[in-house]
Structure formats: structure tokens, C-alpha cells
């Protein structure tokens, strides 16, 4: 059984229009993130949220919103795509309690706006 | 506050010769250390973790890394490289700041050649 999942992996879409990516684990974690991997590979953390906390990297654009219906699905929806927000879109999960927890990473989708 | 520089975006080695991708870290606490595996159009897979116990851990796939504090420096190696081993690596660092959902910082990454 896969541990995390995204829906879709491949997202085309024009520019004005509003999307949502679904995360889901199956591992009881109760810690989510959102990471975009530009296209020099370069992996930067957008939200990290558990059932107390949504801490939002500083950085991401407000047209970028976190959404979790329960404790397994992190959703990241996006108003107003822009060109830029073409990237790879990771979600990830962890437990929380201690501080050196691995993050599960989900496949990635990837999100190209035209 | 965290950072990591991996030092070499591209890494060439003969398939059967010893693997060395370099990191250094720079963190106001005691760091967790970490380092990821991302084949092409996968998700990143954990290969292994420093957690303040033994300085040298090893990992899947035979790598293995090991945490010098004097050099803030956390490389990975691996005696004999495979075909398979071909992929993107990155170095991570995760220390005790910050809010309670711990975050990662990534390492822009290193990718890893394997020639026949």
C-alpha cells in the first residue's frame, strides 16, 4: 500500500485558473507539508501543519492555501496560477513528539501552467 | 537558523568505484542530518539518518555517512557505485528551533552519474 499518495501526478492548466493537488497517508502521521521543487531541483518547505499548528513558509504567495479535512489529507490549493507556479509539488508526512522524525515523501505532481 | 551546501552539483563515477558526495551544515542546535534519494519522477526516499548517536550511520544500498562536528560536515559514501545508484541526492538538516512541526532544510541537491 503506497504510505502517501498524491492526486494527479500531471496537472496542465492555464494561467488565471484555481486547482487543487490531494495528499493523503496511511501511516497515522499527524504532521503534513507541502514542498515545490523548481526546475533546478531545488526542494523549499511551503506549509507544515498538524492538528495544533499551520506554520506557512513566509514566502509562499497567499493564493496558496493549505486544507486538511482530517488528520490524513493535506490539500493544496492554488488561486490565480501564475507561470511561476510551474514546479514539482511534493507532500510529505512525519510524526510528530520528536525532532529528527524522516519524512515520508509522497511521488510528487507536477504542475505545468501555460 | 539551519543551512546546507551540498558542494557538487554533478558527480561522475565508473559503475564498481568508491561514491563521495559531499555536505556541510551550518545549525544553532544539535542537528539532525539526513540524506534523500530522488530517482527521476520519483518521490524522495529516506537512505539515512543521523541522530545524535553514532557518528557513522549507514544506510540502505550500502551508503553510509558520517557526521564530523569539527567540520560541520556530513558526506556520503559508498565503496562500490552501481547503475541503480544513478539519481539526486540531497543533504537535509533538521534541528531543534522552530515550531513544533519540525521542518527540513534542503541541500540544492547532487546528481549522481554512473558510467558503465
Known amino acids: 500500500d503506497t504510505a502517501v499518495s498524491q492526486t494527479p501526478k500531471y496537472l496542465v492548466t492555464q494561467m488565471g485558473n484555481d486547482k487543487s493537488i490531494k495528499c493523503e497517508q496511511n501511516?497515522?502521521?499527524?504532521?503534513m507539508y507541502w514542498y515545490k521543487q523548481d526546475s533546478k531541483k531545488f526542494l523549499k518547505i511551503m506549509f507544515s501543519y498538524n492538528n495544533k499548528e499551520l506554520i506557512i513558509n513566509e514566502t509562499v504567495p497567499n493564493r496558496f492555501s493549505p486544507k486538511s479535512p482530517d488528520k490524513a489529507h493535506l490539500n493544496l490549493h492554488i488561486n490565480s496560477l501564475e507561470l511561476g507556479d510551474s514546479a514539482v509539488y511534493f507532500c510529505?508526512?512525519?510524526?510528530?513528539?520528536?525532532?529528527?522524525?524522516?519524512?515520508?515523501f509522497g511521488p510528487g505532481t507536477r504542475l505545468t501552467v501555460l | 537558523a539551519q543551512s546546507v551546501t551540498q558542494l557538487d552539483s554533478h558527480v561522475s563515477v565508473s559503475e564498481g568505484t568508491p561514491v563521495l558526495l559531499r555536505c556541510n551544515y551550518s545549525?544553532?542546535?544539535?542537528?539532525?542530518l539526513f540524506w534523500y534519494v530522488q530517482h527521476p519522477n520519483k518521490g524522495l526516499q529516506l537512505l539515512l539518518k543521523y541522530t545524535s548517536a553514532a557518528t557513522l550511520v549507514k544506510g540502505i544500498n550500502g551508503f553510509e555517512a558520517e557526521f564530523k562536528k569539527s567540520e560541520t560536515s556530513f558526506h556520503l559514501t559508498k565503496p562500490s557505485a552501481h547503475m541503480s545508484d544513478a539519481a539526486e541526492y540531497f543533504c537535509?538538516?533538521?534541528?531543534?528551533?522552530?515550531?513544533?512541526?519540525?521542518?527540513?532544510?534542503f541541500g540544492s541537491g547532487t546528481q549522481l552519474t554512473v558510467l558503465p
Open positions: 545549525s544553532s542546535y544539535s542537528p539532525s
Open positions: 501511516l497515522g502521521h499527524d504532521t
Open positions: 537535509v538538516v533538521s534541528d531543534r528551533g522552530g515550531g513544533s512541526a519540525r521542518q527540513l532544510t
Open positions: 510529505a508526512s512525519s510524526q510528530s513528539g520528536t525532532w529528527n522524525n524522516e519524512q515520508f
